[in-house]
């Protein structure tokens, strides 16, 4: 079983000509609204691949909560510990996509603020030590984060941790991390390294190893990802694709980087399989909607 400890948001997705500069409106083409959140669409990345997904997120008592929950009993998701919050509203995104497919969001994290140590009870932090690996983002507290990768390290687990939005780490969180797997902008601002290709990337990559975690993988967009750890950095490329919506790009890579890593695959096989599965979802519009199936990677369904 794989645990995701994370955030749910409904996303609100709008697509423009281009993305507006402060102070500007600009009009809509097309306006959606998608269940999101990094730790949901990464939840639900691990379901539709094939993975045994526990799901340990919290949202709002609102129509949002609701309609998540439902989703996640339809996906195959564990979210026994779903939790609620009495008084903050669900978590919820504003995306805005450009006619290239590039995007730009910004997050009200509502109840995801509110997923603290406290809520990890006796029963779930059993459940939780019954997984293989837990992997988390950084829409919920980083004292959460900090609290679950000590505890779930300590246990045996593996530790998989996608900075992402990014922010700084404390020092003391880096020995408990097996992988971290953050993109180019946030390897980037981590490392303090201004990553403009491959090269500086391993820089980046060798910057952060040297703070104590195990694996490093930064995912570089149509580049593809470079795994870095001691035993040297290599540059898997991307599949080549025309993508529409890379809104869950990351997501997907990073659940199905862990469902090819609970099945004991290699690492950069299992690399391969995450830039396959993410490749394909950036053919598609949307975050949830646009995460494939297991079948769906193997065949190389665009869509
Ligand atoms: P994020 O979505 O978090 O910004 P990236 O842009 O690095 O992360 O994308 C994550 C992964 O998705 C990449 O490592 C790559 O495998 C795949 N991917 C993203 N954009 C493209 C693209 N334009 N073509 C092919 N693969 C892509």
Redesign the pocket.
């Known amino acids: 079983k794989i645990a995701i400890v994370g955030s749910t948001n409904m996303d609100m997705v709008v697509k423009a000509e281009r993305i507006p500069v402060p102070g500007e409106t600009t009009l809509a083409s097309q306006f959606f609204m998608n269940p999101g959140g990094k730790g949901a669409n990464q939840a639900v990345t691990v379901a539709r691949l094939g993975g045994d997904a526990l799901f340990i997120t919290k949202v709002g008592n609102d129509v949002f909560g609701r309609q998540a929950s439902r989703l996640f009993d339809e996906e195959g998701i564990d979210s026994r510990f779903m939790l609620e919050d009495p008084e903050l509203p669900s978590g919820v995104a504003l995306i805005t996509v450009d006619k290239e497919g590039e995007n730009s969001i910004v997050v009200s994290q509502g109840a995801n603020k509110a997923l603290l140590p406290d809520d990890f009870t006796q029963p779930l932090l059993h459940e939780l030590e019954q997984c293989k690996m837990v992997l988390m983002q950084f829409e919920i507290p980083m004292e959460t984060v900090h609290f679950i990768a000590r505890y779930a390290a300590s246990k045996g687990l593996k530790v998989i941790i996608n900075p ?1 939005p990014v922010q700084e780490l404390p020092g003391s969180l880096y020995p408990y991390i097996d992988i971290l797997t953050p ?2 902008i946030e390897a980037g601002l981590l490392a303090r390294v201004e990553i403009k290709d491959t090269e500086t990337a391993k820089t980046a990559a060798g910057v952060l190893l040297a703070r104590g975690i195990k694996k490093v993988i930064i ?4 580049e ?2 470079l795994i870095g750890d001691e035993s040297g950095m290599t540059l898997i490329p ?2 080549k ?1 025309s ?1 529409v919506d ?1 809104t869950a ?2 997501d997907v ?1 990073n659940g199905a980087l862990v469902v090819a890593l609970a099945n004991d695959k290699p690492v950069a096989d299992a690399i391969r399989f995450a ?1 396959r599965a ?2 394909i979802s ?1 053919t598609r519009q949307g975050a949830q909607a646009s995460i494939p199936y297991y079948n769906e990677v193997i065949a190389g369904v665009m869509r």
């Open positions: 992402a993109n180019k995912t570089l967009g149509a593809g990802a991307a599949l694709v993508p890379t790009a990351g890579f830039c993410a490749a950036t």
